[in-house]
């Protein structure tokens, strides 16, 4: 017996430390007081990036992640660093990458706070946005997406006591698409108006519009002390803004001139793509990423790209 129940004790011992060893989804990292970027890792279990903001009476976080296991290893990550209550999760945008775990922020106690075309879009428009990689049970997941309790299609100051939290509505990347910045530490969550050293989905945006807004984000005397929490990539800075934006800069150059020259199609993504990895050798950019940025981007230079459309709520 006594044997049986050692050797239980050394099983139980076992699977507790394989639980502490087992590797987050994500890497969390501290930006300033109380505010954690969580980075998607290496293996992109995650799907993309969030974060949190600890105040001083509850927890605001900036998305929920693809999968619901990596929100719950959030939340843990969360309950570790603070007793408080999380009171708040804003979705930057409605793709499912984004906002695939908010069931889990919202069992933990969240408001899902989000642009209000989010409404009409999550549960439809993102079965379009994996195109032919849906499965059936993705298509299931997608549908029984919750719906966001509270929308703006204004700016709004969220307060976690005295920190103020400032949620921007900006243009570019689905035509629902929020910020969030937090001035007392000069970090903004960007979602998806800013990636780091991979190519952007272009699927749902213009980006004549996504320019101008990341324009916004070199502004202000501040700029150059900002860090900024990309949708996807590192912890940027103000040159990776200058680089991303630059990168969209180019791409639209190469489309124009290949589209002047009466390339289309796979001809027309076989004279941007080479041109555009040579001037971004540090970026990783598959062919897949490539040829879908190819395609919108003359849509949209020759006016037939199709946007999300606004729904009634
Ligand atoms: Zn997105």
Request: glycine content about 6%; cysteine-free; aromatic content about 6%.
């Given at each position: 017996m006594m044997k049986r129940l050692v050797s239980f004790a050394a099983l139980v011992a076992l699977s507790a430390s394989a639980t502490a060893q087992a590797p987050l989804p994500?890497?969390?990292k501290q930006l300033g007081p109380g505010v954690y970027a969580a980075i998607d890792g290496p293996e992109h279990k995650a799907g993309s990036n969030a974060g949190f903001v600890i105040g001083d009476d509850?927890?605001?976080?900036v998305d929920a992640f693809f999968?619901?296991?990596?929100?719950?290893?959030?939340?843990?990550?969360?309950?570790?660093?603070?007793?408080?209550?999380?009171r708040y999760v804003v979705n930057t945008h409605y793709h499912a990458d984004h906002t695939g775990g908010d069931q889990v922020l919202r069992d933990a106690?969240?408001?899902i706070i989000a642009h209000r075309n989010v409404r009409g879009w999550?549960?439809?428009?993102?079965?379009?946005?994996?195109?032919d990689r849906i499965?059936?049970?993705?298509?299931?997941?997608i549908e029984a997406l919750p719906l966001p309790d509270l929308v703006t299609d204004k700016d709004l100051i969220?307060?976690?006591?005295a920190r103020r939290i400032v949620v921007r509505t900006v243009l570019g990347h689905t035509g629902g698409d929020l910020t969030v910045a937090v001035p007392d530490a000069r970090i903004l969550f960007t979602g998806d108006m800013l990636w780091r050293k991979v190519p952007p989905n272009l699927i749902d945006g213009s980006v004549k519009e996504w320019l101008a807004t990341d324009a916004t984000f070199l502004g202000g005397p501040a700029a150059a002390a900002m860090q900024f929490v990309p949708g996807h990539g590192d912890v940027a800075n103000a040159k990776d803004v200058d680089d991303f934006r630059?990168?969209?800069?180019?791409?639209?150059?190469?489309?124009?001139?290949?589209?002047?020259?009466?390339?289309?199609?796979?001809a027309l993504v076989q004279y941007v793509a080479p041109k555009q990895r040579r001037v971004y050798p540090d970026w990783t950019i598959s062919d897949r990423a490539i040829a879908a940025e190819v395609k919108y981007m003359d849509q949209e230079l020759a006016g037939t790209k199709k946007r999300p459309v606004p729904q009634p709520d």
């Open positions: 994500f890497v969390l509850g927890v605001l976080v999968t619901q296991d990596a929100a719950r290893a959030l939340v843990a990550e969360i309950k570790r660093l603070t007793p408080k209550p999380i106690g969240a408001i999550i549960r439809t428009n993102n079965v379009n946005l994996f195109g499965t059936p049970e993705l298509k299931a997941r969220v307060w976690l006591g630059a990168y969209l800069t180019n791409l639209r150059r190469l489309v124009a001139e290949g589209r002047k020259a009466k390339l289309a199609n796979d």
